[in-house]
Structures are given as structure tokens and as C-alpha cells.
């Protein structure tokens, strides 16, 4: 762990600070990351920046999305994943019950926070405004195996599979 982000105070106490790049500045609308540890203790302050500088890390490198119009479900996931929540569509969010989709609304709340300017990419994943696709081809070939193997198990040998059931 980088001890350059854990910074003590003239009280004693430590604080967590990283500073943001500087392309990324407008966005976050400041130059510094700056958050007490609530310590005194050296080795809790390395503890508790952990998660605090794997957190900011990910922020940061997400960066801006792709300036083309077209944001693909991908890349919603994947800003969804490097902003910390699993990414859920607005009708899975409805479809869950009072608690779990308020839940569900906490940590979008809380990683939504810290940026003071999103791109289209983060906009998407907070709101849940992509479907989930479907499966591919291929993709329901795989799992129409996986769930009834009698039916590709029965011939007698690797060529009679193969011609049954061509691979992609």
C-alpha cells in the first residue's frame, strides 16, 4: 500500500488524501480526495485507507467515456462494476421489494457522491436505463447442454455429435 495517501494532522490525527488528476478535476470538481481516518493509530490509518484508496483508484480510472453516441450495455456494466454497485436495469430496481430495491438505490446514491460531473456512461449505469441482452446463439446452445446432457450424451462417439450439433 502507498503511504504517500495517509497524511497526519497537526491534532494527531490521520487523514486519507489522494489527489486527482488533473483531466479528471472538472469533473470531480476539486483537486484533492480528503477524508478523516478518525485515528491516531498509525496501523489503523493503513487499514482504514485501504478500501478508500482501492475505491478512488477505480473512480479515477475509469475516466471519460468514449465521445460516440452509442454506449453499449458493456460498457454501462463496467462503469457500473469501477463505481462499486452490481448494475441492475430500472425495471429490476421495481421489480424488487421495498427494502431490497431501496438497497439497491443506497449504493447508486453513494457512488453517484463523489462526482460532480458524470459522462453518459456513469449516467446510464446509476439509472439502470439498459436491458440486460439476450443470449446469443451460441450462448443457448451452451446452456441448452449444460441443462439436458441426455440429449447430446446418447450418440456414440465425438462425430455423430458433431454433425447432430455443429459447433460455432
Known amino acids: ?5 495517509i497524511t497526519r ?29 478518525k485515528t491516531n493509530d498509525r496501523k489503523q490509518a ?5 478500501p478508500l484508496i482501492q475505491f478512488w483508484s477505480n473512480l479515477f ?12 450495455f458493456h460498457q454501462v456494466s463496467g462503469t457500473a462494476a469501477k463505481l462499486g454497485f452490481e448494475y441492475r436495469s430500472a425495471q429490476d430496481v ?8 431501496v438497497e439497491m438505490l443506497k449504493e447508486r446514491l453513494q457512488a453517484a457522491q463523489p462526482i460532480k460531473r458524470r459522462n453518459k456512461a456513469e449516467i446510464a449505469s446509476l439509472a439502470g436505463v439498459m436491458d440486460v ?4 446463439m451460441n450462448q443457448a446452445l451452451k446452456r441448452y447442454e449444460e441443462l439436458s446432457p441426455d440429449k447430446f450424451m446418447n450418440y456414440s462417439d ?3 455429435r458433431y454433425k ?5
Do not use: H
Not at 500500500?1 to 495517501?5: G, L, R, S, V
Not at 490525527?13 to 484533492?32: D, H, N
Not at 421489480?95 to 431490497?100: E, G, P, S, Y
Open 46 to 50: 493503513l487499514i482504514k485507507a485501504a
Open 158 to 160: 465425438e462425430r455423430e
Open 61 to 72: 480510472s475509469s475516466g471519460e467515456a468514449p465521445s460516440e453516441e452509442v454506449i453499449t
Open 9 to 37: 494532522r497537526e491534532s494527531g490525527a490521520y487523514c486519507f488524501r489522494m489527489v486527482v488528476p488533473p483531466p479528471l478535476r472538472v469533473k470531480f470538481g476539486k483537486r484533492e480526495v480528503w477524508k478523516s481516518l
Open 164 to 168: 447432430a450439433v455443429p459447433s460455432a
Open 1 to 5: 500500500m502507498n503511504i504517500d495517501y
Open 94 to 101: 421495481l421489480a424488487a421489494t421495498i427494502q431490497d430495491s
Open 133 to 136: 441482452p439476450g443470449m446469443t
